[in-house]
């Protein structure tokens, strides 16, 4: 079946005809496609997810047992299950400070393995009556207190409302699930503090391995500072009060991961820039040798009455339809290997990961779409013009 | 209407310091339906003429009138567009688009000068007359040269052109191919359009109604020719 001529079909037989050169160029431009869009996709994730921590930590300070701070930081950023603990006498020191507006205490327990999870979960009793931290990631999933064996699980637990796990040899009831936070509370399990000390508890009759921990202790303390506070201040005045204590600043945690990622940032767009820059380069060499090696069938379309225009429009769709098609394969193998492996990604960045909304993803692939696309005609400008320009019988000539 | 006119048509080409004078001082009327050959050695300026003729080459001096139009007063637009609608062109190579089939090379031309339709009838009827209806899907590298060059008539001849401009056709075919494609050219020499055949074999040449010769970029009749040598 004939089909009708078009400067697009012509353009993509002319690609057709050397399958190798076109795979070749076509990888290059995927590769650009595919680190612009993949390489700013996992930044701005990366970003979001820690304006996400920022906004909505709550604490200005996290007091934990002395040598813990790194693992308290793993905890809330990866969520790496940890049971530490200190003593509960800590917590109305604090509280009594000058410059403390509010703390709210919390228990971590690693748990052993649950039916929801092959590995273990973190588990984090918090105090409902006085929490400021976990309350903002709940949005409207729980409106009430969680009773005595109530819990609620992170988003990348694999249960749903209703369900029922066991920890440490006792039953609880799922009756909600968290939104994604792109931090450790994804893969957390949390109770009420109550909750938590009735599981230690119990945990000594029924379970294999008891958790090991009593009412008169806890894990860490979140302090809120009075509005015009010294969060510095406050962290020497706790650790002098009780030397077996560490302070976190968290101000001081978010901007020591904000500065790694932003020592990424000029690395990544450094590499796409020297890419996109060698794409056009190598692009335009081939595209200069293919326009060569074609003058005479050139010069014969022009002798057969394509004017000067078409014959541009010819060569720079004839690029344009590789680099965009590219570009379409480069973002398409991106996403094949960003969005599935989300999880494995955040884990192995160990940093706070939450993807931007659907609108702003699909900006960025057009943009890469567009950035990727603009590398062929760009890189076939030059040759473009210059065969446009050459009197039609010279071209003819010039391919004998 | 006069179909071809050239008045004191120069072609100058730049040979590092040197220039070469391909053609020098070209004077030629062609009428309608006309069947012209061009003699002259290799280098003579044949070929220029035949590309100044059909507006390929701007000349250096002089003017080039097609139909009355002067060529080269026009712009690119309306140049393409009297090459695309008034003139075909056979080369001494058949010079085939190698990614296109047969019949898609052969409405080429109706495409890039946006004629109305696909042109697809008109393509296969081109090539049931040149003998290649069976094989419209073939590529050029399946046909052989002269099966090649029997398509590249049939594209000339798409969009039923004024004047068809053949450069040596038949340059590199066999005897009994060199018949078929003149009996071609002749044919739609005779259905009207008017045929200007550059070669260099005499045999070929006295096939046309006016053989003409060019030297060192100087036309002359044949008679003009045969004088110049006979008292050289």
Redesign the interface.
């Given at each position: 079946m004939?089909r009708?001529?078009?400067t697009l079909y012509?353009a993509s037989?002319?690609l057709?005809?050397k399958p190798a050169r076109t795979a070749a160029l076509g990888f290059t431009a995927a590769v650009v496609a595919a680190v612009l869009f993949g390489g700013t996709l996992l930044v701005q994730s990366m970003q979001r997810g820690l304006d996400s921590m920022a906004g909505r930590l709550g604490a200005d300070v996290l007091v934990v047992p002395r040598g813990y701070e790194p693992t308290m930081k793993e905890v809330l950023l990866s969520g790496e299950p940890s049971t530490f603990y200190m003593a509960r006498q800590v917590l109305p020191d604090v509280a009594s400070l000058p410059g403390v507006a509010q703390t709210s205490p919390q228990l971590f327990i690693a748990s052993l393995n649950a039916a929801c999870c092959t590995l273990p979960v973190q588990l984090i009793g918090f105090d409902p009556a006085s929490d400021f931290s976990i309350r903002p990631w709940l949005g409207n999933t729980v409106s009430r207190s969680l009773k005595t064996g109530e819990i609620i699980i992170g988003d990348l637990i694999l249960a749903e409302v209703g369900d029922e796990l066991q920890f440490f040899g006792q039953t609880f009831h799922v009756v909600g699930k968290l939104e994604r936070t792109g931090m450790g509370l994804d893969v957390a399990v949390l109770m009420s503090l109550d909750s938590a000390y009735e599981m230690a508890r119990l945990s000594e009759s029924k379970a294999v391995r008891p958790v090991g921990i009593g009412s008169d202790q806890l894990s860490s303390i979140l302090v809120k500072v009075d509005p015009g506070g010294d969060p510095q201040a406050l962290s020497a005045n706790i650790v002098r009060l009780h030397p077996e204590t560490d302070v976190i600043v968290s101000s001081q945690m978010i901007q020591g991961v904000a500065d790694r990622l932003r020592g990424l940032l000029p690395l990544l767009y450094g590499l796409a820039s020297l890419l996109w820059i060698m794409s056009i380069c190598v692009l335009a060499a081939v595209f200069s040798m293919i326009v060569n090696e074609r003058q005479?069938?050139l010069g014969?379309?022009?002798?057969?009455?394509?004017?000067?225009?078409?014959l541009f429009a010819l060569i720079i769709s004839e690029s344009a339809l590789l680099t965009g098609l590219s570009a379409v394969a480069g973002i398409l193998a991106a996403s094949l290997i960003i969005f599935p492996f989300r999880d494995l990604i955040a884990g192995r960045l160990g940093l706070p990961y939450l993807y931007p909304p659907a609108g702003e993803i699909a900006v960025l692939i057009l943009l890469s779409l567009v950035v990727t696309l603009l590398l062929g005609p760009l890189a076939s400008l030059y040759s473009a013009v210059s065969a446009s320009r050459t009197?039609?019988?010279a071209m003819?000539r010039e391919g004998? | 209407m006069t179909l071809v006119e050239l008045k004191q048509v120069r072609k100058v080409y730049r040979q590092g310091a040197n220039t070469v004078a391909a053609a020098n001082g070209v004077d030629l009327v062609i009428q309608p339906g006309e069947f012209v050959s061009i003699v002259g050695r290799s280098g003579s300026g044949k070929t220029t003429l035949l590309n100044l003729i059909g507006g390929l080459v701007k000349p250096t001096s002089g003017q080039v009138f097609l139909q009355g139009i002067d060529l080269w007063t026009l712009n690119d637009s309306q140049l393409s567009a009297v090459r695309n609608g008034k003139v075909g062109f056979v080369f001494q190579f058949a010079c085939l688009l190698p990614n296109l089939a047969i019949l898609d090379n052969v409405r080429l031309p109706l495409f890039l000068g946006r004629g109305r339709g696909d042109g697809i009838d008109r393509a296969r009827a081109l090539l049931s007359e040149v003998g290649l209806s069976a094989r419209e899907w073939a590529y050029p590298s399946q046909l052989s040269g002269g099966e090649q060059r029997r398509v590249a008539i049939a594209r000339a001849l798409m969009n039923e052109p004024d004047l068809l401009l053949a450069d040596e056709p038949t340059g590199d075919l066999d005897e009994e191919t060199e018949q078929e494609v003149l009996e071609l050219l002749r044919r739609f020499n005779q259905a009207g359009a008017a045929l200007v055949m550059v070669t260099h074999e005499p045999r070929i040449a006295r096939l046309a109604g006016r053989v003409l010769t060019m030297s060192s970029g100087t036309l002359r009749s044949e008679a003009e020719a045969r004088l110049t040598r006979a008292t050289a």
């Open positions: 004939a009708r001529l078009s012509l037989q002319n057709g005809r005479r069938e014969l379309l022009r002798a057969m009455g394509a004017t000067r225009r078409r009197e039609p019988y003819i004998e | -």
